[in-house]
């Protein structure tokens, strides 16, 4: 087993919320107790997924494909999610998506060759009021982002690494 007994338990937990017959319902919260312990989604792990559910491996990957939350190579400690849908684009999105490009020395879908950051463009996160905005980890959003703010977060979370922070 590539998961262990720990992530095991908890996605049995997921499927217990649906009738015995519809375990595939699990399918996305088992993914996200995969890929947090794991940190991505390896097609070894997908598969384990599609086995504790009852499902075809296919399925699986074709939900971890189409959403993009889920990780499917390795990602850095960080990996930040800049929402560059119109309306985050329109108020400073595309500003501070460059300004990270420029601190953390590499592009979209690039990670930083201490493996702390990766950065990816998000899709719209709902706070287009808050523009822009971003996801940590698929977790924590942050908003209104100004370079004052991008580079204090950078700092943060490059201090919490230094102290051995985790995923």
């Known amino acids: 087993m590539l998961l262990s007994e720990q992530a095991l338990k908890k996605i049995d937990r997921e499927v217990s919320k649906y009738p015995a017959d519809q375990k595939q319902s699990a399918v996305m919260a088992a993914l996200a107790i995969a890929q947090d312990e794991k940190g991505w989604l390896s097609q070894e792990v997908m598969e384990e997924v599609a086995n504790v559910l009852g499902m075809p491996p296919i399925a699986v990957q ?11 190579k390795p990602m850095g400690q960080y990996k930040i999610s800049v929402c560059t849908n119109l309306p985050c684009a329109l108020r400073d999105g595309e500003k501070a998506g460059h300004h990270l490009k420029q601190k953390l020395g590499i592009d979209y879908r690039e990670t930083t060759s201490d ?5 990816v463009e998000g899709e719209c996160m709902g706070a287009c009021g808050d523009a822009p905005v971003l996801l940590v980890n698929n977790k ?28």
């Open 140 to 167: 924590r959003m942050c908003i209104q982002m100004s370079e004052a703010k991008l580079d204090a977060l950078v700092d943060e979370l490059k201090a919490e690494a230094n102290a051995g922070g985790a995923k």
């Open 115 to 119: 493996g702390v950051f990766t950065l």
């Open 62 to 72: 074709e939900v971890a494909t189409f959403y993009n939350m889920y990780n499917l």
